[in-house]
């Protein structure tokens, strides 16, 4: 099989030497993936750099397929945006990284939060809340030790069923924040009206951030507003020093990235999680 494009996957029949291109296969082999075990959860650090401290992780999906080895997100999420299918994968996601929470309080000596990716679907579906309620229970995990991403999108569809769920994440101690910030076609009205800790900068303006690009001048204004409505931000992306550098100037200390490190898998996260410890 090969890879074509975001989101499109062909897959190549040996035997009808046939292309099968498209949403159905892609549909099914998701389905099937679910059901097999072909996920898995890495997780990639969030550092301070004012406390030279890892802060939290952010929880990315993984698929190996059994033949084609790993697919990159980005080319089956938009594909499971499309159906219900993203639903129960977030449900995986949110299982697995409890899952992964409890297994720290015996194989590591500290704790930190787990972020995790919510598609705007699934957080408005039917039984979102419930569902979390329920894992966190299950878990016996406490909510400030998860925290969820959701991009723009979401704030533009039911605003008032959206700000209803996201009130009630709050009301179980999760965090929400607002993941690739400034790339949707959202106004910033909802900043406003909605409870939102964290900004986290995409990393298209990041990758700008060393030079006077448009790039430069979007995170600083990103910072600006993020410290003028005492919101935490988070710069994603960060792969230079001088990035790194620039950011910490304008007062931006919670990073990610390249830079810093890969995302990795859970036994490379809970060793650097007690690393960071000894320190
Ligand atoms: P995202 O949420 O913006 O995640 C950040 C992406 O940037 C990740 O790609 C990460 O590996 C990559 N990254 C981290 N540091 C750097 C860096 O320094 N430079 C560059 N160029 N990239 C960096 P990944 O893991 O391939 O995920 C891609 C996207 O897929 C994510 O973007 C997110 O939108 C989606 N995704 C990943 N996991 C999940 C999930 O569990 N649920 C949902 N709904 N979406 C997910
Ligand atoms: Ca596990
Ligand atoms: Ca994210
Ligand atoms: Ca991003």
Redesign the pocket.
């Known amino acids: 099989a090969k890879q074509s494009g975001r989101g499109v996957l062909k897959f190549y029949d040996a035997n009808m030497s046939l292309e099968l291109n498209g949403t159905y296969q892609l549909e099914k082999a998701l389905a099937e993936a679910l059901d097999k075990n072909q996920f898995c959860?890495?997780y990639?650090p969030i550092y301070d750099a004012k406390k030279s401290q890892l802060v939290q992780f952010?929880?990315?999906?993984r698929w190996d397929h059994p033949e084609r080895g790993r697919v990159?997100?980005?080319d089956f999420?938009p594909v499971a945006e499309e159906s219900h299918l993203?639903c129960e994968?977030?449900e995986y996601?949110i299982r697995e990284s409890l899952e992964f929470i409890q297994s720290l309080s015996s194989k590591a000596t500290t704790s930190v939060p787990i972020s995790?990716?919510?598609?705007g679907r699934h957080l408005m579906a039917s039984g979102f809340i419930e569902y979390i309620e329920e894992q966190l229970s299950v878990y016996n995990i406490d909510g400030t030790l998860l925290k969820i991403?959701v991009t723009e999108g979401v704030f533009l569809h039911d605003t008032e069923l959206c700000a209803e769920v996201m009130r009630r994440l709050k009301g179980l101690g999760i965090e929400i924040s607002v993941?690739?910030f400034g790339t949707g076609y959202s106004s910033l009205y909802y900043l406003k009206s909605l409870p939102i800790d964290t900004l986290k900068i995409?990393?298209s303006f990041v990758k700008e951030c060393h030079d006077h690009a448009e790039g430069y001048t979007i995170c600083e204004s990103i910072i600006k507003l993020a410290q003028g409505l005492a919101l935490e931000v988070i710069a994603?992306?960060?792969?230079t020093v001088e990035q790194a550098q620039t950011l910490i100037d304008w007062g931006c200390y919670q990073h990610?990235?390249?830079?810093y490190c890969?995302?990795v898998d859970e036994v490379s996260a809970v060793a650097m999680l007690n690393d960071s410890v000894k320190e």
Request: charged share 25%.
């Open positions: 959860l890495h990639q952010e929880a990315l999906i990159s997100p980005i999420i993203i994968i977030g996601v995790i990716n919510v598609s991403e993941d690739d995409d990393k994603e992306g960060v792969e990610q990235g390249y830079y890969y995302p």
